[in-house]
């Protein structure tokens, strides 16, 4: 499922649909090729399948036309759409772009251990990963056109479930030690690199998302 205005797209194993917030009508658009994930982009949606090799789609369901943009080599961890360039992350190890417009696929950044990424309102990279692996920071920026790495000050063993407005970023970070097992929900500005605790439980919480719908900071933390 996922939002277009105030209204919504779905997809069922066998069809995508669109329907209202305030109607509750129910409109069919098309047949879903099987695909298990969607995203809005524009008046047309992208389709992939998480976990698999499958192919990320474009959907025009005004013609419709069903456009293959490119296909993974190792299986699809997480897609997140930033103006008209798509990020995707596959294996825990690779991060790629695609541009819609021009279709071009770069692989940006390759590592072990990655979580999460996303790309913020200064147009860098930010990949969420284990502080085990290089560089040792749970949090890293990547310059998209240098590719210079540095390593953000976020503590934690590992850091995952990434949003992000603007210049400000939120995500869950959880430090685990002999003594202390901790969760934090935090907030890190890529401007002055200051993390903010929002919320914390001592205990680890590896399931914990976020969703940002700003103002609001949505998460099943804890």
């Known amino acids: 499922m996922c ?5 919504f797209y779905f997809l069922t194993r066998n069809s995508l649909f669109k329907s209202s917030y305030d109607t509750g009508i129910v409109n069919k658009l098309g047949s879903n090729p099987g695909q298990t994930q969607i995203l809005t982009y524009g008046d047309k949606v992208i389709l992939w399948s998480k976990g698999t090799k499958e192919p990320v789609q474009l959907f025009d369901y005004t013609k419709p ?7 993974p080599k190792y299986n699809i961890q ?13 294996n825990n190890s690779v991060v790629n772009t695609y541009e819609i417009d021009s279709g071009k696929f770069t692989e940006v950044y390759t590592g072990a ?7 913020s309102g200064d147009g860098k990279l930010y990949v969420a990963k ?10 890293i920026c ?3 056109v240098t590719r210079e ?10 850091a995952f479930a990434l949003s992000v407005d603007g ?15 901790r969760t934090v929900v935090f907030s890190f500005d890529t401007v002055s690199k200051k993390t903010v605790s929002i919320l914390n439980i001592k205990d680890e919480d590896a399931n914990a998302f976020t969703y940002l719908k700003y103002p609001i900071l949505y998460t099943n933390f804890g």
């Open 3 to 7: 939002p277009i205005g105030e209204d």
């Open 65 to 71: 036309e069903l456009i293959t943009l490119f296909t």
């Open 78 to 90: 997480s897609i997140r759409l930033f103006g008209n360039m798509i990020l995707e992350m596959e």
């Open 113 to 119: 251990g990655l979580q999460d990424a996303i790309i």
């Open 130 to 139: 284990s502080y085990a692996t290089n560089p040792r920071s749970s949090l």
């Open 142 to 144: 990547i310059d998209l």
């Open 149 to 158: 790495t540095v390593p953000m000050p976020l503590k934690g063993n590992v």
């Open 167 to 181: 210049n400000t970023i939120y995500g869950i970070s959880v430090q685990s030690s002999d003594i202390e097992k």
